[in-house]
């Protein structure tokens, strides 16, 4: 089978390049950024026209959704990108897979919850109370999908990291580096997500057709809870960072132009049970990432 990767040349995307090397489908990497060193094909997905034409060229059967408007500050004043993006980009591919009766794997997030104060994981049938720009265009990119009819597995993610590009985790080990001390917020709560972790399973899911008769929304993060506080303490244990006095702080004061979700811990139970997939602990997961960073 022709899968197309859009947003190849960010932290998914490039984590899905590591495990395509083995799979038995052919994959087509594109992006509108060239990276050095790595194959990608130019390809605007806001071009529909564009779109279409390497869908039916190339044959592609599948499409795996990695490019988005992610900037959660910039998205407020930039409403109109980031609709185009998270939304109308999004119905672009599914009519493509309409056309050519294939499936889009789309990454979605837990942005489009947090207004409501939730205390439990939120599961896939809980309403969307986006409390912002950002998790409302990814909102609006999920309904748009579905109002297509096309075949597609939305997956909803948290908090992701990698060795790959601008990153919570590669920053924090910059900072606890060379900073005395850092205040990092303990009152947003959520799971952080290994990318590697999240690209291993949406490949395992294509390449084993599991995606067949199972269609819908789902939720992905690694297992377990933290807030960014927590998350931080972690990195510069795992990093070897002892340097650094990290002090737990309240998000006012850390003055933002949107709301962030005080809790989006997401439920998995869906996930494993339609997948027959186990997810790692985020530690487990985390301090992997960290010694494949310091390896590099």
């Known amino acids: 089978m022709n899968i197309l990767v859009t947003g190849a040349n960010g932290q998914l995307g490039n984590e899905i390049r590591l495990f395509a090397k083995d799979s038995a489908d052919r994959y087509i990497f594109t992006d509108v950024n060239q990276a050095e060193g790595v194959e990608t094909v130019y390809l605007d997905i806001t071009d529909p026209e564009a779109l279409g034409a390497m869908v039916r060229d190339k044959g592609v059967k599948c499409i795996i959704n990695c490019a988005a408007f992610t900037n959660v500050d910039a998205a407020e004043s930039n409403e109109a990108l980031a609709e185009k993006l998270n939304a ?8 493509a897979m309409t056309e050519a009766n294939g499936l889009l794997v789309h990454i979605s ?58 990153n ?21 709560c959520g799971t952080p997500t290994y990318a590697g972790d999240l690209a291993k399973a949406i490949v395992d899911i294509v390449s084993s057709r599991k995606d067949e008769g199972n269609e819908g929304i789902y939720h992905y993060s690694n297992e377990g809870v933290c807030s960014w506080y927590d998350f931080t303490k972690m990195i510069a244990e795992y990093s070897g960072q002892t340097g650094c006095d990290i002090q737990p702080c309240h998000s006012d004061e850390f003055p933002s132009p949107v709301t962030r979700p005080a809790y989006s811990v997401l439920d998995k139970t869906k996930f494993k049970q339609t997948f027959g997939l186990e997810i790692p602990y985020w530690t487990d997961s985390l301090k992997k990432c960290i010694t494949n960073l310091k390896a590099q």
């Not at 109308?88 to 009519?95: D, G, K, Q, S």
């Open 88 to 95: 109308t980009a999004p119905e672009n591919l599914a009519r």
């Open 109 to 166: 997030t837990d942005y489009v919850f947090g207004k409501e104060p939730y205390n439990t994981p939120c599961r896939e049938t809980q309403k969307g109370t986006p409390t912002g720009v950002y998790g409302l265009t990814k909102l609006h990119g999920e309904q748009r999908i579905a109002a297509t009819g096309c075949r597609h597995i939305i997956i909803r993610t948290a908090w992701l990291y990698s060795e790959f590009g601008k």
């Open 168 to 188: 919570f985790c590669r920053t924090m080990l910059s900072l606890t580096a060379t900073k005395p001390q850092l205040k990092v917020v303990f009152d947003q």
